[in-house]
């Protein structure tokens, strides 16, 4: 009777004992929240590439996608190449402003509309033309146009940063010409010319156009012409050439 008794006791005392204790895992559900990451969709990037000139459509205008490989007009950030068979002049009539990687030139440009810039490379085939006429045009990159002519005409604007050199194996020049029509060459530094009594480089403001030349330029070889030449524009306009800072000639 006494071992039944405590036996009962001793099932009563572990019944007892901990009444609030829960096994593990067993219980009301946390009301805590479990944040979930949140996915935020980016815009649409186009990788760059290059635009090419193919001249399959039936104008020179940089306009007609036709012209251009795969039919696609170049558009910003683009490295556009021109080259194509002959002597030919490619017409930029873009009116929304454009800015290019790099361009390659092996062909004369003009541009007759809109705002061209390239943040890269500029180059241009040896007795190529680069003509802005009432539009503009800046090179902030590496610019090789070595025997290029640039004319800026009807008051507009050219830019050309990144030339810091020039040599010369003919007749070429930096014209502005007209009313407002500015060609500013703030880093050129030397001038060269090939050997030949043929070989002439001319900065030239007339009627009403500026050259700006910015840093110290000098002549490095002797043989050919350097020519500054400004036409003192009209009593109600001038033509400015301002070379302060020209050595050695």
Same mark, same amino acid.
């Given at each position: 009777m006494q071992l039944k008794m405590r036996n009962r006791a001793r099932e009563n005392l572990v019944g007892r004992r901990n009444p609030r204790r829960k096994k +593990?895992?067993?219980?009301?559900? =946390?009301?805590? $929240?479990?944040?979930? @990451? +949140?996915?935020? /969709? %980016?815009? +649409? +990037?186009?990788l760059l590439a290059a635009a090419a000139w193919d001249g399959g459509g039936e104008s020179l205008r940089w306009?007609?996608?036709?012209?251009?490989?795969?039919?696609?007009? @170049? $558009? =910003?950030?683009?490295?556009?190449?021109?080259?194509? @068979?002959?002597?030919?002049? #490619? %017409?930029?009539?873009?009116?929304? @402003? %454009? /800015? %290019?990687?790099s361009l390659t030139s092996d062909e004369h440009l003009r541009l007759s509309d809109g705002d061209l810039r390239v943040s890269g490379p500029v180059s241009f085939a040896s007795g190529r033309s680069l003509v802005v006429?009432?539009?503009?045009?800046?090179?902030?990159?590496?610019?090789?146009?070595?025997?290029?002519? #640039?004319?800026? #005409?009807?008051?507009? /604007? #050219?830019?050309?940063?990144?030339?810091?050199?020039?040599?010369?194996?003919?007749?070429? =020049?930096?014209?502005?010409?007209g009313s407002g029509s500015v060609l500013s060459l703030p880093n050129l530094e030397t001038i060269s010319s090939a050997l030949g009594q043929y070989v002439?480089?001319?900065?030239e403001a007339v009627g009403g156009g500026t050259v700006q030349i910015g840093s110290e330029v000098s002549q490095t070889h002797s043989s050919g012409s350097v020519q500054f030449i400004a036409d003192g524009g009209s009593e109600s306009i001038t033509s400015v050439l301002d070379a302060p800072n020209l050595t050695q000639f």
């Open positions: +593990r895992g067993v219980g009301k559900k =946390s009301s805590r $929240k479990v944040a979930r @990451p +949140r996915f935020e /969709q %980016l815009e +649409r +990037r186009d306009s007609e996608a036709a012209n251009w490989v795969g039919d696609l007009l @170049p $558009k =910003s950030g683009d490295d556009v190449i021109i080259n194509a @068979p002959g002597d030919i002049e #490619v %017409l930029f009539d873009v009116s929304e @402003p %454009l /800015q %290019l990687g006429d009432s539009a503009a045009f800046e090179a902030l990159g590496t610019t090789s146009i070595d025997a290029v002519s #640039v004319r800026a #005409v009807n008051g507009a /604007q #050219v830019v050309l940063s990144g030339m810091g050199s020039y040599a010369n194996d003919s007749v070429n =020049s930096f014209r502005a010409e002439t480089t001319r900065f």
